[in-house]
């Protein structure tokens, strides 16, 4: 494909990003995060249009989820908006689907625009990290997903570019890799609407002691211990030899 359709593909690419953007940024307040009567009307506006058509509300949710993460956005966010919306269960299934397909779009277009440069730019840089995944990049990157790496999604999106990892191993790699870390966050976002729907007011010491909450977020400190763990003793430990 030539340079010229490669520009408008990354024009488009931007204007979508600055009007996402926008829209979101228009439309929220950050004030309205201390405020319960914005989550509790927003909830039953939810409930409503669960209870009406929840398939569309998951396919909705599923679009913006896909265009979210290809436009460089945060899951944590949406994973817990996710929990919120339509509890733990059904919402780590379908953020775990959405971030994987959006992910996997980034890549494709990452690998597409950006491929020789990244590869002239690291792999001399990380050439110990590229043998390593080399031998097998699936359970590696897998590994990686979990443990997060130490980096923001959008950059683990797009690292892959640099292993030729095929679209397929990535894919699958991802789905699996990223299930633990999901199901915490839609749990505590399940837990804090839950907290929400019996309380009138958002007490912050009361919140942090329900069960709901408490438990997930001991949960994911273990997993980000774990993770480091992981991290230290067998990707450093590896690519040291």
Same mark, same amino acid.
């Given at each position: 494909?030539?340079?010229?359709?490669?520009?408008?593909?990354?024009?488009?690419?931007?204007?979508?990003?600055?009007?996402?953007?926008?829209?979101?940024?228009?439309?929220?307040?950050?004030?309205?995060?201390?405020?319960?009567?914005?989550?509790?009307?927003?909830?039953?506006?939810?409930?409503?249009? =669960?209870?009406?058509?929840? @398939?569309?509300?998951?396919? #909705?949710?599923? %679009?913006?989820? +896909?265009?979210? $993460?290809?436009? /460089? *956005?945060?899951?944590?966010?949406?994973?817990?908006?996710?929990?919120?919306?339509?509890?733990?269960?059904?919402?780590?299934?379908?953020?775990?689907?959405?971030?994987?397909?959006?992910?996997?779009?980034?890549?494709?277009?990452?690998?597409?625009?950006?491929?020789?440069?990244?590869?002239?730019?690291?792999?001399?840089?990380?050439?110990?990290?590229?043998?390593?995944?080399?031998?097998?990049?699936?359970?590696?990157?897998?590994?990686?997903?979990?443990?997060?790496?130490?980096?923001?999604?959008?950059?683990?999106?797009?690292?892959?570019?640099?292993?030729?990892? =095929?679209?397929?191993?990535? @894919?699958?790699?991802?789905? #699996?890799?990223? %299930?633990?870390? +999901?199901?915490? $966050?839609?749990? /505590? *976002?399940?837990?804090?609407?839950?907290?929400?729907?019996?309380?009138?007011?958002?007490?912050?010491?009361?919140?942090?002691?329900?069960?709901?909450?408490?438990?997930?977020?001991?949960?994911?400190?273990?997993?980000?211990?774990?993770?480091?763990?992981?991290?230290?003793?067998?990707?450093?430990?590896?690519?040291?030899?």
């Amino acid at each position: 494909m030539n340079l010229k359709l490669k520009l408008l593909i990354g024009i488009v690419y931007f204007i979508c990003f600055s009007a996402l953007m926008f829209v979101i940024f228009s439309n929220f307040d950050l004030k309205d995060l201390s405020d319960v009567n914005f989550f509790k009307n927003n909830q039953q506006l939810l409930n409503n249009l =669960k209870s009406e058509s929840i @398939f569309l509300l998951l396919i #909705l949710f599923s %679009i913006f989820s +896909i265009i979210w $993460i290809l436009l /460089l *956005g945060f899951g944590t966010p949406l994973a817990l908006l996710a929990g919120f919306i339509f509890d733990k269960w059904v919402g780590t299934l379908i953020s775990v689907l959405s971030f994987s397909i959006g992910a996997t779009l980034l890549y494709f277009m990452a690998n597409f625009f950006f491929r020789d440069f990244l590869k002239k730019k690291f792999s001399k840089k990380i050439e110990k990290f590229v043998n390593l995944f080399n031998k097998n990049d699936f359970l590696y990157f897998m590994l990686f997903r979990f443990t997060g790496g130490g980096m923001p999604f959008a950059v683990q999106n797009v690292l892959p570019v640099i292993f030729d990892m =095929k679209i397929k191993k990535y @894919f699958f790699s991802t789905l #699996l890799g990223i %299930i633990p870390g +999901i199901f915490i $966050i839609n749990s /505590l *976002g399940a837990g804090v609407g839950n907290f929400i729907n019996k309380n009138d007011s958002i007490v912050w010491r009361e919140l942090i002691k329900d069960p709901e909450i408490y438990i997930p977020i001991i949960v994911f400190i273990a997993v980000l211990i774990l993770a480091s763990f992981i991290n230290k003793f067998f990707f450093n430990n590896t690519l040291s030899k």
